[in-house]
């Protein structure tokens, strides 16, 4: 039995590619006092594994090296600690690789779902994401105009959505005519914007009438800076990623409008981690469950299979060529 | 009787100065109907005059050829309603001229205090933008650290003087070592850094040890920025103006770290104007009474005489000459 791991080979400096990794194989570590060992099932991708490479985060930087870092669906397959057996699901960082042995006093037992991939994608990460950052940064109430960007990925598709079911005027940004038509027609979207058609401050201010109330910011850049100056007042901004500045060198400057259309209009711009809400995960699930079950939910996923095709599957999710939770199956 | 006005010649495309300004007179004007007539006492300067040149805010912008805007202490001549009587003090917009006809709806007779001027800083607008957003955006708890800029200004030096009295360690950013030895020795504050002397990141790092808990921004620009990298998570910037960005072109860019920093540390910066708050000003009146009272705050004030001197007044201000409330006396 052997170990195969994804290492990152070298730190970009600008765009990510295939030659920042190889492939590597090690032995199958052992489970140590109060550690289990993790059978990687599904790796998640999320644009956040670029940041990390950038320096610190809400996570110590990652170094050349390192096997790549990433969160997990993973089976437990031995077990030093009482709370988890043999056969167990958790969420783990294990990295990318086959098996991983880790800590386990913060880990704990899923439950078994099906499909079992609406862990990583609704029920996982990505969707406490957007609830959360919805609903506690945005406050929106029912008759406003809600805009969110990155509008077809794992979190902006269900920011959206719930949106919608919270009674708002939903406006999706997203690259390309397909991905607006998709958001439109299956997802309820009342209307997108293509960064890639041009001018996305002209396009975003037809397209919201009204002006905006809520703006769920996954990207910075340009697109935060065309939300800023479409942005009524005492509008607020969840500040959830800057998915547009992550692969490439640190941007050089903010966006205009910082401070200036912050004061003006009383703005409120308010950064987030899933995790500082924890405490209302339950109901989160329980609300997400219920629309899920009664259609109004739709679970869009991208699940990839094989561990060698994960730099691919990030260098894509990073490029924009996914609709919904991106993953990559690995056992 | 004639009414000197002080007219906006031309609207400002870089440095405000002189040139845009030119002395006028008029008629006496008569209050009609719901109105009266007021006699400008004192007029208030704000960096915010500067603002309403470059296009709209919180009010329309100025145009050329606009008696100059301003809030101002002001006396009733003439009612024709019955809450105002002939001596009564209000604050109003009249404008940069000694007298002024206006709406009398929404204005408010002030008490008669001693001195007089207090009206226009610590119990006026300077001193309730200062308790308002510390309090309401800022947030500040005992043992955190609170930085302002344009610390040595009407707002930040009451900002800095409020944090020490509900018990925070207290930066100010000003220009000048000047500035800053008073701020330190005669206000209280910890520390304070020159933004004259250089890296104002690397200054701010070295006064806040323990990190930026709150910001007050008076600045924006590359101050805010330097705020920016010194935040803690969780941090809140109570943006409150930006006067680095008035007196001169609109800025290409805002500051580095929008949205990233906010992001990964979970910032929170909120855009506010005192009336906002209005249903606060009597709690913080009282606080601020009390504290003015017992020595705990101590009130700086810049009075100019002359409405002819309004002009270089402004300018002088945008420039940072002033220490504490700046206004001219005019009657």
Redesign the interface.
């Known amino acids: 039995m052997t170990n195969r791991q994804i290492v990152l080979q070298e730190l970009p400096r600008d765009r990510l590619g295939p030659e920042h990794f190889r492939l590597a194989e090690a032995d199958v570590p052992q489970a140590g006092d109060g550690q289990v060992l993790l059978k990687t099932r599904y790796v998640s991708l999320d644009a956040a594994n670029r940041?990390w490479m950038q320096g610190a985060?809400?996570r110590a930087a990652l170094a050349a090296g390192d096997v790549m870092a990433g969160g997990a669906l993973a089976e437990v397959v031995d077990s030093q600690v009482g709370h988890l057996q043999p056969g167990d699901l958790v969420f783990a960082d294990t990295g990318w690789q086959d098996y991983a042995a880790l800590p386990a006093k913060r880990l704990e037992k899923l439950p078994d779902l099906k499909p079992l991939t609406h862990l990583l994608s609704v029920y996982g990460v990505a969707g406490l994401t957007a609830y959360h950052g919805l609903m506690e940064c945005g406050r929106p109430k029912a008759g406003e105009t809600v805009v969110v960007s990155a509008a077809a990925g794992s979190v902006g598709s269900l920011v959206g959505q719930i949106a919608k079911i919270k009674g708002c005027k939903v406006v999706g940004i997203a690259g390309g005519a397909e991905k607006g038509a998709w958001l439109r027609s299956e997802l309820g979207f009342d209307a997108t914007v293509d960064y890639k058609a041009g001018d996305v401050r002209r396009a975003l201010r037809a397209a919201c009438p009204d002006g905006v109330d809520v703006y769920f910011?996954n990207t910075?850049g340009d697109i935060?800076?065309a939300a800023l100056f479409n942005m009524n007042i005492h509008g607020r901004i969840a500040?959830?990623?800057?998915v547009s500045?992550y692969d490439g060198a640190?941007?050089?400057?903010?966006?205009?409008?910082?401070?200036?259309?912050?004061?003006?209009?009383?703005?409120?711009?308010?950064?987030?981690?899933v995790s500082?809400f924890r405490d209302k995960d339950a109901q989160a699930l329980a609300d997400m469950q219920a629309w899920v079950a009664d259609g109004r939910l739709k679970v869009q996923e991208d699940v990839i299979e094989g561990l060698e095709n994960l730099p691919a599957a990030l260098i894509g999710l990073l490029a924009g060529e996914n609709r919904g939770k991106r993953m990559v199956k690995v056992a």
Do not use: N, S
């Open positions: 940041a985060t809400y910011d910075g935060l800076e500040c959830c990623g800057a500045q640190a941007p050089p400057h903010g966006p205009r409008g910082v401070p200036g259309l912050i004061v003006t209009k009383r703005l409120k711009m308010e950064g987030f981690i500082d």
